[in-house]
């Protein structure tokens, strides 16, 4: 599954709708009725598709972390120094969320508000982020001398870290936004060190 636009069936376009609208108002307040509207389907399509509210709600987080695995699989191997793959991987996912406003905006209301634990959005992504631990190492691209944990949690941190902080960076700045040139306005650099 992906989130292109490209992706025009109807299942498709009932999955992109249904996060639309629950990264702006919560799964708990979209009904599958708005879902249908916004799809341009009827709630028996949906339905017949996905059964229930539930299954629409894992079916758009897989997809989250699918688009997750496809970009970091951009960068793939040997297209650059090994120094600079984990580099690079974090930019091409800071790319992909900055293209992708409504899985940022998912990600936020889900993880923030508690709501990841029902579908284990953050265990999936760590997972995905310990195949990348797993894989590099085998490369001889990453280090060994820190746990898959540890270093699960550093490309977790680097690579959503700014995703939930840049907010409170950006709401700051503009408290003092005559005091700040746009050109100035700061960007949150996120990273973690053992």
């Known amino acids: 599954m992906s989130l292109r636009a490209d992706d025009l069936t109807a299942k498709a376009r009932i999955r992109n709708a249904a996060l639309d609208l629950f990264a702006a108002h919560g ?11 916004a799809a341009g389907v009827t709630v028996g399509l949906i339905v017949h598709h996905y059964g229930t509210k ?16 496809e970009t970091i699989a951009s960068v793939p191997l040997g297209s650059y120094p090994p120094d600079q793959i984990a580099p690079e991987r974090d930019r091409a996912v800071a790319a992909m969320l900055s ?26 992504l760590s997972r995905l982020s310990a195949q ?15 746990t898959v944990g540890e270093q699960v949690v550093t490309i977790m941190v680097r690579q959503l ?15 003092f936004a005559d005091d700040t040139a746009a050109s100035t306005r700061p960007h ?5 060190s053992h």
Do not use: C
């Open 27 to 37: 799964v708990d307040a979209t009904s599958l009725r708005a879902v249908a509207a």
């Open 54 to 69: 539930e299954a629409l709600r894992e079916a758009v987080e897989f997809a989250i972390v699918e688009q997750f695995a």
């Open 99 to 124: 293209a992708n406003q409504a899985i940022v905006d998912y990600l936020r209301r889900a993880i923030l508000d508690g709501s990841a634990e029902r579908g284990d959005l953050v265990s999936r």
């Open 132 to 146: 990348q631990v797993h894989d590099l190492r085998e490369a001889g691209v990453a280090s060994t001398k820190h």
């Open 161 to 175: 870290g700014r995703l939930f902080l840049q907010p409170l960076v950006d709401r700051i700045a503009d408290e």
């Open 188 to 192: 949150l650099v996120v990273d973690v």
